[in-house]
């Protein structure tokens, strides 16, 4: 639900399919573009507080919508990739056709701006799930 929820807040229609399995070491969610699913890993799920969960979630579908907006600029016309509105998907693009794996070189996986917006939008999301269940008792 919460995945679906972040989805479409974040203008993606198609729903998130979310799958949970045994996971490399250290991953704790992926997205999978082709299967549009996040993919958590089994003991993150089990063991972890539930707010660590949700973050990855929302982290996790925060790469969906970035791979989304990827798609609008690509569609979009030389004339229209020039509005600001499109300078982190242009960021995003490139770094999707480079992406660095975690496992590979933590520093440049970390430091990628698809992880920083992610990472950044999970933590307001996060507060933003708190905030509205702390407000609807």
Known sequence: ???????NYLGIRKPLSVTVLDLEDGIRGRYILRD??????EDHV????????LGTIC????????IAVV??????????????L??????YQEELGQY???QEDYARYYSQKLEEDARRYSVSAVEDWYLKLN???
């Open 1 to 7: 639900m919460a995945a679906n929820t972040e989805a």
């Open 36 to 41: 549009h699913e996040i993919q958590m890993d």
């Open 46 to 53: 089990k063991n972890s507080p539930v707010q660590e969960v």
């Open 59 to 66: 982290h996790e579908a925060y790469h969906a919508y970035q």
């Open 71 to 84: 798609e609008v600029f690509r569609e979009a016309g030389a004339e229209k990739r020039a509005l600001l």
């Open 86 to 91: 499109f300078r982190r998907a242009e960021i």
């Open 100 to 102: 660095q794996k975690g």
């Open 135 to 137: 407000t609807e008792r």
